[in-house]
């Protein structure tokens, strides 16, 4: 049994990896929060997430978590993005 069917009071996210498709992960778990786990997809992962994806997430009542970036350049873009969150271990380059 899912967290989302025991109706956790926390919100659940599923990891999503790059060739999955993050809507089919979400309805399978029952997940509010899509947590895309693309940093080793591309040298700009950021340019995966992208006004379509966020969009259909918007619809489907979705939120974004994007995971694990050191690297400076991409964060700078990355914060611009309407997602919940930003998983790093380089804080100091998320204010």
Avoid: K, Y
Wanted: a negative charge; hydrophobic letters at 50%; charged letters at 25%.
């Amino acid at each position: 049994m899912t967290l989302a069917a025991r109706q956790s009071r926390f919100p659940v996210a599923v990891l999503v990896r790059v060739d999955e498709d993050p809507f089919a992960c979400a309805a399978m778990t029952g997940a509010e929060i899509i947590h895309l786990c693309w940093e080793r997809a591309s040298d700009a992962p950021d340019h995966l997430v992208t006004p379509a994806l966020l969009a259909r997430a918007t619809r489907e009542g979705l939120a974004v978590v994007i995971w694990h970036e050191e690297r400076r350049d991409v964060i700078e873009r990355l914060v611009r993005m309407p997602v919940l969150g930003i998983c790093s271990n380089a804080p100091e380059l998320l204010r």
